[in-house]
DNA sequence: ATGAAAGCGCTAACAC
DNA sequence: GTGTTAGCGCTTTCAT
């Protein structure tokens, strides 16, 4: 009947025997609650905890509490620079609270998504943090498992659920506009591709503004969210009879392959062709020439999205919160920067 | 009494009165074990399981079970592209298996490392994933917790404790007699720095290579393992009274910061400097010139660690596994490759 | 200030 | 093939 002991060798059991008194009160002194101990009984027990090398059992304290004090994550790929800068602030805000992560990639399938989403309800973690592929993800699934949850990297509100994004149209004007400015008139788009159809904010930012400044329309090169997609897209872009001067690429990743790409054509940035991306991780700053960025604000956004599931899980509040973007102006728009970087519209948070 | 049923409104005890079974019932057919179940009373089942939208509580399952299936991994920043791409492996090869993954950051803490690996021991993990920063980390620590334990990134054997690691000095060599082969003669070395004084493998292994060429020792720039550290030693080795014709790196991260101080003092790499370095991550590839470089087989690796550390929960072996590296030859070293990239050393990997 | 005991949801040995 | 039940380690109410 007995399970096999092979790792929780000590229990509570142990210590309070150890210590001369009962299981409850080893409780009181390891979670300083409810109940006060007197000093002398608890340097008893510390002792004990400490001479038997005890460590309580998550498992149970959770099966008792209904609380795991694990939150999940359910990103597309863990290694792309922007999403593994997004978990590792995320997993920094976490634990600060005291709360561990449970990190899973649905490496771009829907199907994976799911699954990992039902699979950390069942795990029983307090909240979800879900960076979905899917536009319009099934409401019905998360209202059924329960956990509460705040999407990632979103950036319009979905009703019914809580959300955090960062205005796209609004950064994207401001590249293509810095663009236009640099006295460029063919700006094309490199843009990503989800698997869904649907026009990615991104998209309308650089039309909205090319429309605005009265310029027709550069071309859409639609690739893959990666270096390789910016890259075969970089290649396309300059074979075209009439190639633009100035290119804005929906991510840091796809610059760096359009980069190689126009490197390889023997091309210079901004001379012959003028960059702007969309991200500024870290990689941005380290690629020849340093691009110029539409800077997502990480770590708030980070801090954020924690503060509002955690905050969720009493008061059930379903709002969209809406970061703004700055330009960070490098090399790689044309600007010459005296010497550190400037930094635009750095306007605050705002709620729907 | 009640534990507040916040979420877990449906049990399996509602799941066996709606299906008029018992308890044990609804076990053997969510487990397929250890019984037999009739058909009919199985789809009576599953049709109550779905109805009711029940979910299997993981905290009580890991209580009875005395296994959370939960992998704990501590790494020094999962936003570093060489522990992305090390963590985002590692995560899908536990899942295959059935295991989720907890991570946590030490970032460069060694008080942070341990309390985390204290944490997820509390937490029950069946075994932990430890990229220390500690060059010799306490055996009696581990011993202690009871945790099953594989080392990552470990590149020597350390009696007691099974690690996985590649074999840093026979990559440097191999990188530094490419330089070699190139007809270089003064081949400087920007060398990661970590907590602990503890002459690196790739240190050797670049003294090594001179040493039996006969040449004359370059000068080590020591950096942090970042991207601004690389850019650091960068500034300082072409400042020097008599700059080297060529470097190798420890890391792809302070090559691409090498490449950004290279470039912006007008350098062309390879000609005026070339450039190997250690790692091979996807970032690599994308530099310009794209970066030669030393591969770690993390994919390979990661495989291998769950793979030990799955197996470990049973038998308890402490080998150490060392993974051999290809170098991948790209531009930087002044090689011109036909078409797609060549890879040399391709042999197997050893036990100790 | 301390202790006894119920019960969280699940598994599996054992009885039928 | 199915049911009964003990018990995993913990928290906390209630009694002392």
Redesign the interface.
């Known amino acids: 009947m007995l399970?096999?002991?092979?790792?929780?060798?000590v229990t509570r059991k142990d210590v309070a025997r150890y210590a001369g008194v009962s299981t409850a009160v080893v409780s009181y002194v390891v979670n300083a609650r409810p109940k006060k101990v007197a000093p002398a009984t608890e340097a008893r027990v510390r002792e004990a905890i400490k001479l038997l090398?005890y460590?309580?059992?998550?498992?149970?304290r959770?099966?008792?509490?209904?609380s795991?004090e694990?939150l999940g994550?359910v990103i597309p790929?863990?290694?792309n620079?922007f999403f593994?800068?997004l978990?590792?602030a995320l997993?920094?805000s976490a634990?600060e609270l005291g709360y561990?992560?449970?990190?899973?990639?649905s490496?771009g399938s829907i199907d994976k998504e799911r699954k990992h989403v039902?699979?950390?309800?069942?795990?029983?973690v307090d909240g979800l943090l879900l960076a979905s592929i899917e536009p319009q993800p099934d409401l019905e699934r998360f209202k059924?498992?329960?956990?509460p949850t705040v999407l990632l990297n979103r950036h319009e509100p979905l009703p019914g659920l809580a959300s955090i994004g960062v205005d796209l149209v609004q950064g994207a004007r401001t590249a293509v506009d810095h663009l236009i400015s640099h006295d460029h008139t063919d700006i094309d788009l490199v843009m990503g591709t989800s698997p869904v159809a649907s026009v990615d904010g991104r998209e309308k930012g650089w039309r909205q503004a090319l429309t605005e400044a009265r310029l027709t329309e550069g071309t859409v090169h639609r690739a893959a969210f990666s270096?390789r997609g910016g890259?075969e897209a970089g290649q396309r872009l300059i074979t075209a009879r009439k190639p633009p001067t100035a290119v804005f690429a929906s991510s840091d990743t796809q610059a760096?392959?359009v980069?190689?790409a126009l490197?390889e054509a023997g091309l210079q940035v901004p001379q012959d062709i003028a960059l702007i991306s969309f991200d500024a991780s870290?990689?941005s700053?380290?690629?020849?020439?340093?691009l110029t960025a539409v800077r997502q604000p990480i770590h708030a956004m980070a801090a954020a999205a924690i503060e509002t599931l955690l905050r969720r899980e009493s008061a059930g509040e379903n709002e969209h919160t809406v970061f703004p973007t700055d330009l960070l102006i490098r090399r790689s728009c044309g600007c010459a920067p005296s010497a550190s970087n400037d930094v635009f519209l750095p306007t605050s948070a705002t709620k729907t």
């Open positions: 399970n096999s002991g092979v790792r929780q060798a090398g460590q309580p059992n998550g498992a149970a959770a099966l008792k509490l209904g795991t694990m994550l790929d863990s290694s620079p593994a800068e978990s590792h997993e920094n634990n561990a992560v449970l990190l899973t990639n490496n039902q699979s950390l309800s069942s795990r029983g059924e498992s329960g956990v270096r890259y760096a392959g980069l190689r490197h870290s990689e700053e380290y690629t020849w020439p340093a």
